[in-house]
C-alpha cells in the first residue's frame, strides 16, 4: 500500500501533502481512465446534463463550501483548566456502491458534501465481480460534472484488503454507503473500521410518489431514479407520466403512503413538513438531499482537556 504521511504534525494540519495521496497505490492503478468519463458526458446529453447539474448547484447552495484546512482554538477556564478543539478534514472518504446501484442524483447527493468538506482523496468506490459490468452513463456523468475524478471497481475481497490497508494506518476515513447491506460489506466493515474509520448506511431511493401535475418532467425523475418503484397519483384519466405506473386515488389517501420521496406541485407544499423525509417540487426532478448527512461528517474533531495554560493535544 501507499504509505500515509509519516509525521504525525503533517497529519493534524490539514491532510496530506497534495501530490501523495493517503491511498494505497494498487487501489490508485485499478481507477477508471478518463476515457469512460468523457464517452458518458457525451452520451448523457444536454438535458439530462442541465438536471445534474441544477443538482449539484442545489447541493452546493445547501452544504456550502468548508473554509477549513485546519482549526484549533482553546479555552481556559477559571476552575483551573483548558479545552482544546481542532477540527479538519478526514483524510479521504468512500463513497461506496454496487453493481445495482444506478441513481445519478443519490450519488451525487452523497458524494458532494464530501467533495464540499474539503477531503483530499474522495474516492466512488464499487463493489463489483471479477468481471465488473460497464458503469451507468449517468453515474460517471455526475462524477464528472462534480469534478470527481476517482471512480474504482473493486471486488469484496479487495474491498476487504483496502479497509486493512486504510485501518490502523493513521488516516482518517468516512465511508458512505450506497449499496444493499449484504452480510459480506457489514462483515468487512465489522472486522476492519476504527476510530479513524467511520461509515454510515445510506440507501438509494427505492419509492417515489408524486401527486400529479403537468408543471413535472416525469421522464426526467424516472432517468434519476431508475431502480425506485414509481407512483403517480391522478384523478384524471386522460394524463400520462412516462416511466411512472399511475393510480387513482385522493390527496388524502396520497399523504399517507410510505415512500422515500414525494413529487409534488407548489400549491400542494404547505402543511407537509414532516410527512416525509424528502420533497421535490417542480424543476428539482434530478435533485436529492440526505436529510441526515452534513459536512460535519467529513470532518475530524479532536478535543481535549488539560491543564490551565496547556493550549494543546
Not at 460517471?140 to 484488503?161: I, R
Amino acid at each position: 500500500m501507499s504509505s500515509a504521511p509519516s509525521d504525525p504534525e503533517d497529519r493534524s494540519k490539514g491532510g496530506c501533502d497534495a501530490n501523495q495521496s493517503a491511498l494505497p497505490s494498487w487501489f490508485l492503478d485499478a481507477a477508471l481512465s478518463d476515457t469512460p468519463f468523457a464517452e458518458a458526458f457525451d452520451a448523457v446529453g444536454d438535458s439530462r446534463r442541465a438536471l445534474l447539474k441544477t443538482a449539484i448547484a442545489r447541493l452546493t447552495t445547501v452544504y456550502g463550501t468548508s473554509a477549513i484546512a485546519f482549526s484549533s482554538e482553546s479555552q481556559g477556564y477559571s476552575n483551573g483548566f483548558t479545552l482544546s478543539r481542532h477540527v479538519r478534514p478526514a483524510h479521504c472518504a468512500f463513497i461506496v456502491i454496487d453493481e445495482h446501484f444506478a441513481s445519478p442524483s443519490a450519488l451525487l447527493a452523497a458524494l458532494m458534501p464530501a467533495l464540499l468538506a474539503g477531503v483530499p482523496d474522495v474516492a466512488v468506490v464499487r463493489i463489483a465481480g471479477k468481471k465488473a459490468k460497464q458503469w451507468p452513463d449517468s453515474l460517471l456523468c455526475a462524477m464528472e460534472l462534480a469534478g470527481q475524478e476517482l471512480a474504482v471497481d473493486v471486488t469484496m475481497e479487495s474491498f476487504h484488503t483496502l479497509l486493512a490497508d486504510m485501518s490502523g494506518s493513521g488516516v482518517t476515513c468516512r465511508l458512505v454507503l450506497l449499496g444493499r447491506r449484504s452480510q459480506k460489506l457489514i462483515a468487512a466493515l465489522a472486522a476492519q473500521c476504527n476510530h479513524d474509520m467511520e461509515f454510515r448506511f445510506l440507501s438509494e431511493p427505492s419509492s417515489l410518489a408524486a401527486w400529479f401535475d403537468h408543471s413535472f418532467d416525469y421522464e426526467a425523475a424516472a432517468w434519476a431514479h431508475p431502480n425506485a418503484v414509481r407512483t403517480c397519483w391522478v384523478t384524471d384519466d386522460d394524463v400520462e407520466a412516462p416511466g411512472w405506473d399511475c393510480v387513482h386515488g385522493s390527496w388524502d389517501e396520497f399523504v399517507v403512503q410510505r415512500n422515500d420521496a414525494w413529487l409534488v406541485p407548489v400549491d400542494h407544499l404547505a402543511g407537509l413538513h414532516g410527512a416525509v423525509d424528502v420533497i421535490l417540487g417542480p424543476g428539482e426532478e434530478g435533485s436529492w438531499l440526505y436529510p441526515e448527512l452534513n459536512l460535519s461528517y467529513f470532518l475530524h474533531h479532536v478535543v481535549a482537556l488539560g491543564p490551565e495554560g496547556v493550549g494543546g493535544c
